[in-house]
């Protein structure tokens, strides 16, 4: 986990800092915030001390927070010091090295490094003084992402608009030491949701799976620096940052897209594929009064167990298995069926699918390992780490 301080100017844009705290923070960073007096007239310390979980510092002339933290402490106890929005005062402020408040006086006194998103009205983004100051700031090591271009506030058009959260969280990725991203130059596949088998055209076989998981584990992977490649069945969720995303329907079109995929360093198979497929009518099945229809079901290709024994097998081959008893022994047994290196279990007997919750168990071959019931997107950032370790202990 990464220690960010994010520094919330006075633009009107800093209402998405909100955002981008949401989305650090689900990244499983560490967020502490430092708001201005101008970013005080947009959003409040009490948003974002509840969105961070953190105390928001406002002033250099606060007693109890100088005992408490000093703040040259706050400055360099961060890993990357986060400044959205970049306004053209603070920006200018910072180039020629004032610290007559608390967020100039900890980026003089860092030396951390600091990333840059500025938002301010066009002509104020284009006007020489800007561009010296946006200069002077790269000179000195800061990185000043490029401001997206589009509507303004005030009702302008040009660039100047601050980027989007996800693509500031996708810089601020970036930015980080190769210790906190111990997955830069891996490749990690990773399958989500569940998968739709027609009947006919406007019914279907599936299961209750939301893709949550899956799609925490590959946020989570991301997050470390991992290359992610996301199948995922249909599922209405947001792409995690820094995620490719593959979109499927059947298992069918998931066992392709998975093996267009590899090869892989590991493989994290989420989905709940489903196990069975009719032979689809071409026209709707009509209730016409007479007996109900029978289904001839078909198995789909086994996905985990194909890419267990593929000829460019990843490093690393992680299942999930989701029961409704005997949660463990048919996880151990899974495992040795399917030849995976681990299986992820989880009694889904109650509200784990659709929920935000799950207790897992984690089987290798060493043993079980249970985890205590957490979030989701925690149970996704743990194994995200020990999936990172024992790449690393293969390599």
Not at 342 to 349: P, T
């Amino acid at each position: 986990m990464s220690h960010i301080l994010l520094i919330v100017g006075g633009g009107i844009a800093a209402y998405k800092s909100c955002e981008l705290i949401r989305l650090m923070r689900k990244a499983g960073h560490s967020v502490r915030c430092v708001l201005t007096e101008g970013g005080n007239h947009f959003v409040t310390p009490m948003t974002l001390a509840a969105l961070s979980e953190n105390q928001v510092f406002t002033t250099l002339w606060d007693l109890k927070d100088e005992a408490e933290m000093g703040h040259i402490q706050l400055s360099r106890e961060a890993d990357l010091v986060v400044v959205a929005p970049g306004t053209a005062d603070l920006m200018a402020r910072m180039a020629n090295g004032h610290a007559d408040d608390l967020a100039t006086t900890l980026l003089l006194a860092t030396d951390t490094p600091v990333l840059v998103a500025p938002a301010m009205n066009v002509r104020m983004w284009l006007h020489p003084a800007t561009q010296r100051n946006v200069a002077q700031l790269r000179a000195d090591g800061v990185e000043v992402m490029a401001p997206d271009e589009g509507v303004m506030a005030c009702g302008e058009f040009g660039p100047g608009r601050l980027p989007e959260p996800p693509a500031i969280l996708a810089a601020i990725e970036a930015k980080l030491t190769p210790a906190h991203r111990p997955l830069a130059g891996r490749h990690v596949l990773v399958t989500a949701g569940p998968t739709h088998e027609p009947i006919d055209p406007v019914r279907y076989i599936a299961n209750r799976s939301s893709g949550r998981q899956g799609f925490a584990v590959a946020g989570a992977l991301a997050a470390l620096g991992a290359r992610v490649t996301l199948v995922a069945g249909p599922v209405s969720l947001p792409t995690p940052p820094g995620v490719d995303r593959v979109n499927v329907e059947t298992a069918r079109d998931m066992a392709q897209a998975v093996a267009q995929a590899l090869p892989a360093d590991a493989a994290v198979m989420v989905a709940a594929v489903a196990d069975w497929r009719v032979e689809a009518a071409g026209q709707k099945v009509k209730k016409d009064g007479a007996a109900a229809p029978a289904l001839t079901l078909v198995e789909n290709p086994d996905i985990l167990a194909t890419v267990a024994a593929a000829p460019d097998r990843p490093a690393l081959v992680v299942g999930f298995a989701a029961e409704t008893e005997h949660v463990i022994d048919h996880a151990v047994a899974k495992r040795l069926r399917k030849r995976a290196d681990w299986i992820v279990a989880n009694d889904v007997s109650g509200d784990v699918f659709g929920g935000d919750a799950n207790h897992v168990h984690l089987v290798t071959a060493d043993g079980v390992e249970s985890w205590e019931r957490m979030g989701k997107d925690a149970v996704a950032r743990g194994l995200a780490q020990r999936i990172a370790d024992a790449l690393q202990a293969r390599s």
